[in-house]
């Protein structure tokens, strides 16, 4: 073949920055089935890495609820507090940061900070009134009303 022709056999292109390693979306979708897997560590490391070279991302607020979520399974709370309240203030439009603002005040709830869990759950239910998460901020509210330990 001449060098035009299709069949010609060359120099190949060198990949995209961003493609190096795949796109966005594939990053997101392996970390996510670590996830799914069970494969927590794996999962911190993966979101992490996505979160690092796409920190403004098409998935970056899901990436940084399921880090979050990630750290809560590990029962590193303070990560885990990190994250849902950097999703909360990075991306205040997202439909993650119901479920984060929950998990926030149900952290603060389990780490027997009450009156932080009661104003986070508050927020919650007044910010989202009809959402799954503001009915599962009520139960723990009454849960925090009637002194239920965690």
């Known amino acids: ?27 997101y979708s392996q970390a996510f089935e670590l996830l799914k897997d ?4 794996e999962s911190k490391v993966a979101f992490n890495d996505l979160l690092r070279r796409y920190p ?31 999703l909360v203030q990075l991306n205040p439009s997202s439909p993650k940061v119901p479920g984060a603002m929950l998990k926030i ?8 900070d009450f009156d932080q869990a009661k104003a986070t759950l508050e927020r919650v239910i007044n910010s989202y009134p009809a959402s799954t998460e503001a009915r599962l901020a009520k139960s723990r509210l009454e849960r925090i009303g009637r002194g239920t330990p965690p």
Do not use: H
């Not at 961003?18 to 796109?23: A, D, F, L, N, P």
């Not at 069970?38 to 560590?41: A, G, I, M, P, V």
């Not at 750290?71 to 990190?82: D, K």
């Open 38 to 41: 069970r494969k927590y560590e």
């Open 56 to 86: 403004q991302g098409e998935f970056a607020d899901n990436a940084r609820y399921w880090l979050g979520e990630t750290y809560y399974v590990l029962r590193e709370y303070p990560a885990a507090m990190a994250e849902y309240d950097r």
């Open 105 to 112: 005040g149900l952290i603060q709830y389990d780490q027997k």
């Open 1 to 27: 073949p001449t060098p035009s022709s299709p069949g010609a056999v060359g120099i190949p292109s060198l990949p995209a920055p961003e493609t190096i390693g795949g796109t966005e979306r594939d990053l």
